[in-house]
């Protein structure tokens, strides 16, 4: 009775593995594989993984038919029956050390080939990106263009990018899994990677993490990346080395065509001493791009659930006003921490830059949706958003959760009504 227990609790573990096994193979959807050959990195890698692979294989199915060999053949053996020593067979102890040799020389070259290859310096064209890594966010500068951005990245397809990473705190490690990317961050010190997106890959957005374990929030340090012509990227960086625009201007009129007026701007109206003088040349402004929000792929838009008991008046935020909350932000302990270009009040690097924030599709690092609701609860509760948070409580009434102490006015706490005038006025930064 107990072989036949134990028989049928072993066909029943065995039925579930199976089935669970059965289960993750009929999935089509791997937004997170590595196996994707959408750059130089991950295609050069990965045709190293499938030599490994093919020779492991050889090597195992010889090794077990060779143990099943002998299992077979001398599963009846005596005494009288005495197998031939090999001890000392010259022949057979060169035999069995050249062929392990001869394998890893067809593993060796391939993989030694790869590593000079990846580690190799990037062109001297590539696209030049710092990123620096913080507990627990991601900042993201292209210094040729004069860009700041945090936990967004935009990658133009067809042309090689050269990351240089470093970390202001502990160790953390980039890594792209649909590219192929990932590198350590390492405290005093430079890291490099390159590689080139593929220029025939769809336009996409990709998820990214910090793949070293960093402290309490390093699961939530996410950011993400979106591959995209190199059109759409020259409109983007434009648009994103501009300072911030507010108020926003409204647009011009359209002229009827004879009607005989001429518009002019600052940049294009002759001067006044001199009528006759011709217009400067205007340069070309590129229509502002970033990635459509209706096109996001449903795995990377955030689902995480808010704390349980933090709430907001959302009556308020319909009531925010974009003005009051600019001189809000301006004089409030916001500006101690984060820098907004074209807001001369607000110019700390201690935070992630705000010039364009309007333009993520996330907040806290890929935890939340960038929209009114989840900053409204961000700014009121950031701690309790998101484990180990550096930035404080400001929501009047609000407990911290790590300092212990409640947010008051005379604190430089703020309202529901004050958040909603900043929400609104950070929304506008487009």
């Known amino acids: 009775m107990a072989f036949m227990f134990r028989r049928r609790a072993w066909m029943s573990t065995t039925l579930l593995v199976a089935l669970a096994v059965l289960a993750g193979a009929c999935s089509t959807d791997y937004p997170n594989s590595t196996f994707n050959h959408t750059t130089d990195f991950n295609a050069a890698n990965d045709a190293v993984w499938d030599r490994l692979l093919f020779w492991g294989t050889i090597v195992f199915v010889g090794v077990e038919a060779a143990l099943l060999y002998v299992i077979l053949r001398f599963r009846r053996g005596s005494a009288a029956r005495e197998t031939k020593p090999v001890h000392g067979d010259t022949k057979l102890e060169i035999l069995w050390t050249a062929i392990p040799a001869v394998i890893l020389v067809f593993i060796a070259i391939p993989t030694v080939r790869t590593i000079f290859m990846t580690q190799a310096k990037a062109a001297p064209d590539a696209l030049q990106v710092e990123v620096v890594g913080h507990q627990w966010w991601w900042e993201f500068r292209y210094p040729e263009l004069g860009i700041t951005t945090a936990n967004e990245l935009y990658l133009p397809k067809g042309r090689t990018v050269n990351f240089a990473l470093t970390t202001v705190d502990v160790l953390h490690s980039f890594w792209i899994p649909q590219l192929g990317g990932k590198r350590d ?26 793949a070293e374990y960093c402290g309490s929030s390093h699961a939530n340090m996410k950011f993400r990346v979106y591959t995209v012509e190199p059109a759409e990227f020259e409109r983007w960086a434009a648009h994103q080395a501009r300072p911030a625009v507010f108020p926003v201007a409204p647009a011009v009129p359209a002229v009827p065509s004879g009607a005989g007026v001429t518009l002019q701007t600052a940049s294009t109206a002759p001067a006044a001493s001199d009528s006759s003088a011709p217009a400067a040349p205007v340069a070309p402004q590129l229509e502002p791009y970033w990635f459509p929000k209706e096109q996001l792929p449903s795995h990377v838009i955030p689902t995480t659930k808010l704390p349980v ?52 599709h996330t907040i806290a690092s890929g935890l939340y949706q960038n929209d009114a609701k989840h900053l ?18 400001l929501g009047v009434g609000e407990k911290d959760p790590v300092r212990k102490t409640v947010m008051s006015a005379a604190m430089g706490g703020l309202t529901d009504a004050q958040i909603a005038d900043i929400v609104a006025y950070l929304q506008a930064l487009k």
């Not at 074209?342 to 935070?351: D, I, T, Y």
């Open 309 to 360: 008991g933090l709430t907001f008046d959302e009556s308020a935020l319909a009531a925010g006003d974009p003005e009051r909350g600019r001189e809000l932000y301006s004089r409030s302990s916001c500006i101690g921490c984060h820098a907004i270009a074209g807001n001369p009040m607000s110019m700390s690097k201690v935070g992630p830059n705000l010039t364009h924030v309007a333009t993520r």
């Open 185 to 210: 961050l390492i405290t005093n010190k430079t890291n490099y990677l390159w590689f080139t997106p593929n220029a025939d890959i769809a336009t996409d957005a990709l998820n990214g993490f910090c």
């Open 376 to 393: 409204a609860l961000w700014i009121k509760n950031a701690p309790a958003m998101k484990p180990g948070s550096l930035m404080p409580t």
